[in-house]
Antibody
Framework: QVQLVQSGAEVKEPGASVKLSCRAS????????IHWVRQAPGQGLEWLGW????????NYAQKFQRRVAMTRDTSITTAYMELTRLTSDDTAVYYC????????????????WGQGALVTVSS | SYELTQPPALSVSPGQTASIPCSGD??????GCWYQQKPGQSPVLVIY???KRPSGIPERFSGSRSGNVATLTISGTQAMDEADYYC??????????FGAGTKVTVL
């Protein structure tokens, strides 16, 4: 069965960086983009960007372009998301999700999600 | 920019129909999808490509679109359907966008 298993909760001080992992299993890792989405406490969902496990290509939401880096290690079917220069506004649950596309590359949705990782930014 | 607008909350009686609209602010809307999120859980895809239901999603969930308004309909709403529902779409200028979410309460 498809699974995305994320690393655990993190507590960081303002100005620090955090790197989260998302280990995929149950499907061909290279065949599906991995997206990262966050949710601040009591708030809605916010998309950060995606990475192609096949090519390493990536696309970030403009809001995060200067602070986010997405990478992957195909040997262990794991995607990573690093966010730098953290502030209290970055306190949120961070999810990885698998992108669902048709054969023409048209996007359909995010069909599997990780369990989420809470990042708390506090001094 | 590109925004999706949903009502913040909606109440429905058990067995009745709940309809959640999601309005985009651009013409020529792309396909969209819907997620259900229960407290403390990850989102679950319930509708994709406006009208399609993933495997395992009950038939009481359906989607439709008219112009720039997508609608999620829950027919015969059950207590277990109480959750937050988010619409999502894609725009070439900003990427993947979510609506702010609709809290569905089953009274």
């Amino acid at each position: 069965q498809v699974q995305l298993v994320q690393s655990g909760a993190e507590v960081k001080e303002p100005g620090a960086s955090v790197k989260l992992s998302c280990r995929a299993s149950g499907y061909t890792f290279a065949g599906y983009y991995i997206h990262w989405v966050r949710q601040a406490p009591g708030q809605g969902l916010e998309w950060l960007g995606w990475i192609s496990p096949n090519t390493g290509g990536r696309n970030y939401a403009q809001k995060f372009q200067r602070r986010v880096a997405m990478t992957r290690d195909t040997s262990i079917t794991t995607a990573y998301m690093e966010l730098t220069r953290l502030t209290s506004d970055d306190t949120a649950v961070y999810y990885c999700a698998r992108g669902l596309y048709d054969r023409s590359g048209n996007w359909w949705g995010f069909d599997y999600w990780g369990q989420g990782a809470l990042v708390t930014v506090s001094s | 920019s590109y925004e999706l607008t949903q009502p913040p909350a909606l109440s429905v009686s058990p067995g009745q129909t709940a309809s959640i609209p999601c309005s985009g602010d651009k013409s020529g809307e792309k396909y969209g999808c819907w997620y259900q999120q229960k407290p403390g859980q990850s989102p679950v895809l319930v509708i994709y490509q406006d009208t399609k239901r993933p495997s395992g999603i009950p038939e009481r969930f359906s989607g439709s679109r008219s112009g720039n308004v997508a609608t999620l309909t829950i027919s015969g709403t059950q207590a277990m359907d109480e959750a937050d529902y988010y619409c999502q779409s894609w725009d070439s200028s900003v990427g993947y966008v979510f609506g702010a979410g609709t809290k569905v309460t089953v009274l």
